[in-house]
């Protein structure tokens, strides 16, 4: 499926704006850990309003949450870019998760496996869209240095070291075990209409 460029414009965002810096109250993080296993998510919403839009060009200019102005071009696979206005508002949420998943005595070869999906508004409708990506990494457990905390894993393309902060984590880990990581990245954006 073709990713929406709007998706683009998200990430441009994302980015230009420093989501993590701006983000609004409404960010969540979530954390759960079982022996062997441990996750985290988190959510974060920025609104980004529409300052100009010069649709023979294909660009808006967008102001954050702490007034950073910020011009941006549009693609094609956008569709319905007529619709935004000077004022409205483009919402971007996005989520990440991460979840680590201790393997004894692994026996599959390290790998990495990535997915990605996405769609963008129907048309007629309002500027939209949402991507997901989902990578799954398995890798090789090759050192543990209990007084660091650090694991050290051999996945498919590089060395990585894992702190672990967690004492009873740590202890569950071995040489010659395997972890299993996967991470998934969602985006959405929406155009609200302008506040009157």
Do not use: C, W
């Amino acid at each position: 499926m073709k990713q929406p460029s709007l998706i683009i414009i998200a990430a441009s965002l994302v980015v230009a704006f420093g989501l993590p810096a701006t983000a609004q109250a409404e960010d969540k993080a979530v954390m759960t850990s079982s022996p062997g296993q441990a996750t985290i998510a988190q959510k974060r919403k920025i609104t980004a309003t529409v300052e100009a839009v010069d649709a023979a060009k294909r660009e808006i200019t967008l102001k954050g949450p702490k007034g950073k102005v910020v011009p941006l071009s549009v693609s094609p696979d956008v569709r319905n870019l007529d619709q935004v206005k000077v004022g409205d508002q483009l919402v971007v949420t996005y989520v990440e998760a991460l979840s680590l998943t201790l393997k004894k005595d692994g026996k599959e070869i390290p790998a990495r496996n990535t997915k990605s999906d996405a769609v963008r508004s129907a048309e007629g409708a309002k500027p939209g869209g949402a991507v997901a990506e989902h990578t799954k990494v398995t890798a090789d457990v090759i050192a543990v240095d209990q007084k660091t905390h650090m694991v050290t894993l051999r996945g498919p393309k590089q060395e990585v070291d894992l702190y672990v902060a967690d004492p009873a984590q740590l202890k569950l880990i071995k040489v010659g075990d395997q972890i299993e990581a996967e991470y998934t990245q969602a985006l959405a954006v929406t155009v609200e209409p302008a506040k009157k």
